[in-house]
């Protein structure tokens, strides 16, 4: 079956610091993928998402490119800022016996030093 | 644009009692999802719907009941209230392949 792997946190890293947090997946069929974010006291929002092979997703700074060879689907952000403290799920989207599943990952907290 | 609407934003229920949470969607979606969070945890799916007059159980449905008579609307029933149902509930909705949109959340605590 379907599945969603990721990074177990919590990630703290000083402010300007490189951000990678590892997502990796198993899926049968051609799923799409996404990032979420979410903030203190809030809902899921989206944060990028990719639907094939090689596909970049991006905002805000952070990327994540679409590795069919890898089954990954890694964040990254350049230089992270205390703003960007939140919790981050990996998920991805199939379809399998005419319905769509969607499968999140457990999140990983980020936590960004001043 | 409202998008996913959840009511109440918060809740405090007695051991033993019921309540309706509520998802109101204007954006025509099909799909629609319950999941609760627990503190500090991940996502657990309750029930989910592909359409009006479709619901299925996610993976922790006891203790509660959906309803799916409308695109629009996607009640969660909790019938009698214990602790460890205490956690926030979200609504979500998709189309397709598309990414899921979610609401603001339903914080409820029962005592």
């Known amino acids: 079956g379907n599945s969603v792997t990721q990074m177990e946190g919590p990630v703290t890293l000083s402010e300007e610091a490189f951000l990678t947090i590892n997502c990796t997946y198993t899926?049968?069929?051609?799923?799409?993928l996404f990032w979420y974010v979410q903030y203190p006291g809030e809902g899921l929002q989206l944060l990028l998402k990719a639907t094939k092979a090689d596909d970049k997703g991006s905002n805000k700074g952070f990327e994540a490119t679409y590795r069919k060879e890898t089954t990954s689907f890694h964040l990254e952000k350049g230089s992270v800022q205390v703003s960007d403290s939140a919790v981050y799920f990996c998920?991805?989207?199939?379809?399998?016996?005419?319905?769509?599943?969607?499968?999140f990952g457990t999140g990983t907290r980020l936590k960004v030093l001043a | 644009n409202a998008g996913v609407t959840q009511t109440p934003k918060f809740r405090i229920l007695k051991i033993g009692q019921s309540m309706t949470l509520q998802c109101t969607q204007d954006?025509?979606?099909?799909?629609m999802y319950w999941y609760r969070q627990d503190p500090g945890m991940g996502l657990k799916l309750i029930y989910y719907?592909?359409?009006?007059?479709?619901?299925d159980k996610g993976e922790v449905p006891n203790g509660y009941n959906v309803s799916r008579s409308t695109t629009e609307d996607f009640p969660l029933r909790l019938e009698l209230a214990a602790p460890s149902q205490t956690s926030v509930y979200f609504c979500?909705?998709?189309?397709?392949?598309?990414?899921?949109?979610f609401g603001d959340g339903t914080r409820l605590s029962i005592l």
């Open positions: 979500a909705t998709h189309q397709g392949q598309g990414p899921q949109h």
């Open positions: 899926a049968t069929g051609y799923p799409s």
């Open positions: 998920a991805l989207s199939d379809r399998g016996s005419g319905t769509y599943k969607y499968i």
């Open positions: 954006m025509n979606h099909n799909y």
């Open positions: 719907s592909v359409g009006a007059g479709i619901t």
